[in-house]
């Protein structure tokens, strides 16, 4: 079974493949090209697709 979930307080997502490997990606095309590459990701783990940006979480961004 393939699963993405989203990351609350975050707007990251977590995807994990059948075979127990994870990543976080921020862009959801890039989440499920890489579960879709299966078994050409790496296996155990959580891998990073993406860097994450330097932003503060989301209970303390406050509109204007």
Known sequence: MLRVTWLPGDDRLRGRCHCG???????????????LAHPDHPAGGPVSLDPPAARPPAHLVRST
């Open 21 to 35: 490997a994870q990543a976080e990606a921020d862009e959801p095309v890039a989440m499920w090209e890489w579960l």
